[in-house]
């Protein structure tokens, strides 16, 4: 019997694997965008064409397929928060960060989940950990340049985006300046020369 040599490893297996992935991927990105991370990943498998199967030998857990989407968001925010944080006007790196955050929210929903939602990944949960200092000294050095009002903490900063992503979804299909309209009413509010004091939460009285 002539000997032929070994047999070739099978690259169609892993070519297709590659393929089944990017679809998966791609699929999740623009429904991620359109609907959220909460899509079901039923709807992903339908769109990217491959079975549940498929789906789960990639992306054993969910989360590994949001941050896997998500990654490119993830990286831009954060250079965001740097820049933020260290902007030599203190004021505009606050605001600077929060428009160009929430123009990311208005034209990827998932983004608004990663910035306001619990954590859905690993990945999810090291931006976070990442981001919230950078924040917290964006926030820090834009009230001791005192154009921030000094009582503005990094939880209110939560309230601003889930404020504005609501508004973002109320006019949707509206032009594209109604939220930022919104942004500038919160972000005189917030100006350190038009604060008032904030009401304080109220004690329980005995019984």
Request: with cysteine; net charge positive; glycine share 6%.
């Amino acid at each position: 019997m002539c000997y032929l040599g070994p047999m070739p490893v099978s690259p169609p297996a892993r070519s297709d694997a590659r393929r089944n992935r990017a679809r998966l991927v791609a699929a999740a990105r623009e429904l991620f965008a359109e609907k959220g991370v909460d899509v079901p990943v039923e709807e992903i498998t339908q769109r990217a064409g491959v079975g549940m199967g498929t789906l789960y030998r990639h992306f054993p857990r969910k989360d590994a397929l949001v941050d896997a989407v998500l990654e490119d968001s993830f990286a831009e925010l954060l250079a965001l928060a740097e820049q933020a944080a260290r902007a030599e006007d203190a004021w505009n790196g606050f605001t600077g960060f929060l428009e160009r955050a929430l123009e990311l929210r208005a034209q990827n929903r998932g983004v608004r989940d990663l910035v306001a939602s619990p954590e859905h990944g690993a990945r999810h949960a090291e931006l976070r950990r990442q981001i919230r200092p950078l924040l917290r000294r964006m926030i820090e050095r834009a009230q001791e340049e005192g154009s921030l009002r000094p009582d503005f903490t990094i939880e209110d900063l939560s309230s601003v985006f889930w404020s504005v992503a609501r508004v973002i979804e109320m006019t949707e299909g509206a032009p594209r300046t109604s939220w930022r309209r919104f942004l500038g009413f919160l972000l005189d509010g917030l100006r350190a020369s038009a604060a008032t004091p904030l009401p304080r939460a109220r004690r329980k009285q005995a019984a």
